[in-house]
Structures are given as C-alpha cells and as structure tokens.
C-alpha cells in the first residue's frame, strides 16, 4: 500500500501536459535563436562596416559632393555619365586609369597563376630544407607594400640601382630605365608583384595539393600514365575548386593595386601607370569631389563582381 501512495504521489506531482508541451516548445524556441545570437555580432558588424558604407557611398555618387563647400546639391546619375561622355573633363583621365589597370591585371594575374602552382608542385615534394624553403618563399608576402615600394624604388633606379648595376656587369645594359619609360615600367610593376604575392598563392595551392587523395597518383601510375598524364588528370582536375578561389582573388586584388604603381613608377611616365585606385583617390582626396569619386567607385565595384561571377559560372566546381 505504501509503495501505490508512493507512485500516486509521484503522478499528482507531475506537470500537466499542456505545460510539459510549452516547456518543449520554448525550448525548440530558444534553439532555434540560438545562432542568431551567436551570428549577431558579426551581422551588426557588417551592417555598420559594410553594407552601411556602401549606401552611403552609393547616396554620395548621386550628388555633388565638394568636401570644401557647405551645399551638396542632387545631381542625379550626372556623375556616372560624365565617365562615359567624351565632352566630360574626367573622361580621358579615367579611361586612362582602366586602360593602365586592364594591361596590370591582364599581365599579372596569368603569372599568379601558373608561377606560384609550380612553386606549390616543387615544396610538395619530399626533399631535405623543404621546410625552410617554404618559409622563404612566403616571406615576402608579410612585408607591406610600403617596404616592397620603397625597397624595389631604389633597387629599380636607372641611375643609382642595383639591378642595373648588376645587368652591367655581366655586359648587360645597365641604363634600362626601369620605372621612367614603357613598357619597362610594366615589367617592373608585374614582376614586383609576382615575387611579392606568389607565397601566398603558393601556400593555397599547396593545401590543395595536399587534399588530393595519393591513392590516385599510385592508381595513375599502377596504369602507366607519365608525369604529365597525372597532372593534367589527377592534379588539376583535384585543384580546380582551389583555382577558382585563386583566379578570382588574384583578379580582384590585382585590379585593386595602388601601392606599387604609387611608389615605384609613380605613374610615370607621365600617367600612364595610374590606376584606378589611384584615379579614385584623387578625385575624391585631391580634387575634393566625394561625389565624382564614389561614382567610380560604384561603377568599378559593380565590374569587378561581374567578373566574379564570369569566373563563377564557367570555373565553378562541379561533382562528376
């Protein structure tokens, strides 16, 4: 009798169903809140560091906007025609800009590519000091452009410069004027910027070489395929998701130079190096037209995320 009472009680004291569902349910809620909570902060980061800006650039191309004067009238889309109308002041010197950053990126990105994948084949292999060569070939990249541009100024100079100086004497010119003339210039900005970056696409290269499985390079061998065979069949089919990743960020940060061409041509000669950026952050900082500036930027964002797409839609990885 004792051990009924016992279990009655036991049942009287058990919460009624109706409760025992809103407890499941306020649980299921708060689960399902849960990473939104966690997400929250870098949302509010976003929206005030990203997005925020880029509305508030977008209002800014619509208008006049003269960092020295009190009144920032509307102007409409008057900002973006005058970069396609040839009566416009602008037009010359902003085509030229795309001009000088299309032959920079249709030059550079091709190297950053094909460059750095055959560093990434040799430091894959097994070979003694593997380590330390990789470490060497990565550590240009954490330098700032800052020291890259000023190192590679004087190292460049016509007059005063190393590599010159070294060209002469093993009977080579030595008066190439490396950062004054064309298309001398060009070599000087790329080839800076391919020494510069190559260790970082080297590394992302090497993680992917890393991920592909060695059972199907002993398979491939096992069928008497070549070396060539087995890269062209297990190598970059097994790279192709990380080759995106690196085309499109090599596009995107090589249509984005500013600090080389600033500092080691200068945009010698005479403009012919200046960039977009560069171009941008003239309008916007030297001739004090926020509006003009922030159209640019508008309109150079927006075919940098075509591009992206392009790359995308025809490169993207698919599942055979």
Known sequence: MAGIGTVGAARSDAPPPAAGRGRREAGRRGRATTPYLFLAPYLLLF????????????????????LQLPNRPFVGLDN????????????????SSVRATGIFTLFSVPLLMVVPLGLALLLNEQFPGRTFFR????????????????????LLDANLGLVNRLLGAVGLPSDTPWVTDVPW????????TVWW???????????GLQDIPPELYEAAKMDGASAWDRFR????PGLRPVMLFVLTTTILASANVFGQSFLITQGA?????????????????????????AAMSILFALALAVISIVNFRFFRYRED
Not at 80 to 95: E, H, K, T, V
Not at 185 to 192: D, F, K, M, P
Not at 197 to 207: H, M, Q, R
Not at 278 to 284: F, H, S
Request: charged letters at 15%; a negative charge; zero cysteines.
């Open 233 to 236: 069949n297990v190598t970059l």
């Open 185 to 192: 210039a060009w070599v000087s900005l790329v080839g800076v």
């Open 80 to 95: 973006y025609q005058d970069l396609f109308s040839r009566d416009s002041a602008i037009y010359g010197d902003w085509w």
């Open 135 to 154: 470490a060497v070939y990565f550590a240009p990249y954490v330098l700032g452009v800052a020291v890259i541009g000023l190192l590679w100024r004087f």
């Open 47 to 66: 929206l005030v560091f990203g997005l925020a800006p880029v509305l508030f650039g977008l209002w800014l191309s619509l208008h006049q906007w003269d």
């Open 269 to 293: 000669p005479g403009e012919e190096t200046r960039t977009v950026v560069w171009r941008i952050v003239d309008e916007g900082l030297r001739d004090n037209d926020a509006g003009r500036a």
């Open 197 to 207: 970056t190559s260790g970082f696409n080297a590394v992302i290269y090497l993680a």
